[in-house]
């Protein structure tokens, strides 16, 4: 479990620089949950994101994670980033090893774990992304495809048995089927290890299909925080953030503007199908 209490940051501090990021951030984060985090751009989700791991130090407030605040001096901010793993926007950028299986070894590597548990997870960890380790292990990064080198940099996160995976816009540049699979990829992953997910992403759709909560982030401030059917119900608040909704509740609002008294909180296709034919053809 995580708990952020009263979390402030500002970059730059104490310069004409300063950017005020985070300001005043409060919330219990549960084991297992799938969270969507949402907001205009510049609202704080990345900065907001890195203090779960401790890659930033806020400027004030507490982090904890399962009871232990992470700044606190004495804390084990490795075992930190072992146990709260985040794949960063574009995270392929960041594959450097001369191969697949080398690139993913890296963090258990540094874990100082044993070269046969290091293998072992190599091992799982490329197939639970669904890429071959005897096929993919042994060739370099760069002869990858797009979609393959983002797997490769999750596979490289999954090595280090994280109980909580957090994905800064994990889809961003992927083809809409690459994007659908990815997606599909998180939401196996969380249920067979039991993870929590943190999912930051700028398409409502996406948010929608993956998750169960959603966060929304406004000026550095959580403005919105609930299950994903309540505040995609909030569209109109949505809509002043510039966020908007998902489209199946958007045909949804339309067809009830013109008087078809359908539920508006659906997020599916297939749902949106069967609630408009339950309301055109009353049993
Ligand atoms: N390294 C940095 N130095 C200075 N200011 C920064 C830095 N990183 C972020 N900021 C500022 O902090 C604020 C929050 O940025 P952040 O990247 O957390 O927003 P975001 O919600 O992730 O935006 P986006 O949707 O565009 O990714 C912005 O005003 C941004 O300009
Ligand atoms: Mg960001």
């Not at 203090?51 to 605040?69: F, K, M, Q, Y």
């Not at 574009?90 to 993913?104: M, N």
């Not at 293998?119 to 071959?132: I, K, M, N």
């Not at 489209?247 to 909180?265: C, E, K, N, S, W």
């Amino acid at each position: 479990m995580i708990e952020v209490r009263d979390v402030h940051h500002v970059y730059l501090r104490d310069s004409p620089l300063a950017a005020v990021a985070l300001r005043g951030i409060s919330l219990t984060i549960p084991d297992g949950e799938r969270i969507g985090l949402i907001g205009p751009t510049g609202s704080g989700k990345s900065t907001l994101v890195q203090t779960l791991n401790a890659l930033i130090r806020p400027t004030s407030g507490t982090v904890s994670v399962d009871g232990e605040d992470i700044f606190a001096p004495k804390a084990d901010r490795r075992r930190v980033r072992q146990k709260v793993a985040l794949l960063f926007q574009y995270a392929e950028q960041q594959l450097f090893e001369e191969t697949v299986a080398k690139d993913v070894a890296f963090g258990p590597r540094n874990l100082g774990l044993p070269e046969d548990e290091i293998a072992t997870r190599v091992h799982e960890a490329l197939q639970s992304v669904g890429l071959d380790p005897d096929r993919f292990g042994p060739r370099s990064p760069f002869t990858l495809s797009g979609g393959e080198m983002r797997r490769v940099a999750l596979a490289g996160v999954l090595a280090m048995s994280p109980k909580v995976l957090i994905l800064d816009e994990p889809t961003a540049g992927l083809d809409p089927q690459g994007k659908a699979e990815f997606l599909q990829l998180i939401l196996r992953l969380h249920a067979q290890r039991q993870l929590t997910v943190i999912l930051i992403n700028h398409s409502m759709d996406e948010i929608a299909q993956t998750t169960e909560r959603v966060i929304v982030l406004d000026a550095g401030r959580v403005v919105m925080d609930g299950p994903t059917r309540q505040i995609f119900a909030r569209a109109e608040e949505l809509e002043h953030l510039h966020l908007g909704i998902p489209q199946t509740a958007q045909i949804l609002h339309r067809l009830r503007a013109r008087g078809l008294p359908v539920r508006t909180d659906l997020f599916t296709l297939e749902e949106a199908r069967a609630e408009v034919l339950r309301v055109l053809r009353p049993a």
